[in-house]
């Protein structure tokens, strides 16, 4: 046994019986290798009904896998992970190495890290004059704004729940924007969320 690794009887049980299997095989296959099914129950050491739901569970598996994959590609749709405690959203400007600090605004956000364009716009107008004030009026200033779109704040219509959203506000979101899908399949979140992604509106940001 791998050192440091402790098996339980049925783990120990289920490792011999596959051993034993191998073992009786050295001279030839006793049950043909396009059998799958008898191979498999007979080194398992399980019913042919729980093998089914065995692979069941497996290719249910498999298929979130590939749906949470599905996901992962569009992060940029589902804002990804987010936290849920208050959080801030800093607009420092910055001038070589040294932040210039009376332009530093703080932002109280919750859920989404983002902020309203009239806020921003008042920011930027204040710091805009801030800055003409102190470097006189011949004074080139640039200012780059970077990751702009990631902070504007979207309306409640373009919104989409995020990917951590219990099942039920999934559902919800589906009902009020009237996109039918089967209720007896018993989707899952991921599911859910791709069906949502699917039918969301066009992104609208806050005026």
């Given at each position: 046994m791998p050192k440091g690794k402790e098996f339980s009887k049925d783990e120990k049980a289920l490792i011999f019986r596959v051993t034993?299997?191998?073992?009786?095989?050295?001279?030839?296959?006793?049950?043909?290798?396009?059998?799958?099914?008898?191979?498999?129950?007979?080194?398992?050491?399980?019913?042919p009904t729980a093998l089914k739901a065995f692979k069941k569970e497996l290719n249910d598996l498999k298929f979130e896998m590939q749906q949470t994959n599905k996901l992962n590609e569009i992060d940029d749709e589902t804002n990804a992970a987010f936290r849920s405690r208050p959080r801030t959203t800093s607009e420092p400007v910055a001038a070589k190495s040294v932040f210039h600090l009376p332009s530093v605004d703080v932002f109280k956000c919750d859920d989404d890290h983002n902020v309203n364009s009239a806020h921003?716009?008042?920011?930027?107008?204040?710091?805009?004059?801030?800055?003409?004030?102190?470097?006189?009026?011949?004074?080139?200033?640039?200012?780059?704004?970077?990751?702009?779109?990631?902070?504007?704040?979207?309306?409640?219509?373009?919104?989409?729940?995020?990917?951590?959203?219990?099942?039920?506000?999934l559902q919800e979101w589906l009902k009020v924007h009237n996109v039918s899908y089967d209720?007896?399949?018993?989707l899952t979140n991921v599911e859910l969320l791709l069906k949502i992604i699917e039918n969301a509106p066009l992104p609208k940001n806050l005026p």
């Open positions: 034993e299997f191998v073992e009786s095989e050295k001279d030839g296959n006793e049950i043909p290798l396009n059998n799958t099914i008898e191979r498999l129950v007979t080194m398992l050491g399980v019913s921003f716009n008042s920011w930027l107008s204040e710091t805009c004059g801030m800055l003409r004030t102190e470097h006189g009026k011949d004074a080139k200033i640039t200012l780059i704004i970077d990751n702009a779109t990631w902070h504007n704040q979207q309306t409640l219509e373009s919104k989409v729940p995020k990917r951590g959203s219990r099942k039920s506000i209720e007896s399949l018993k």
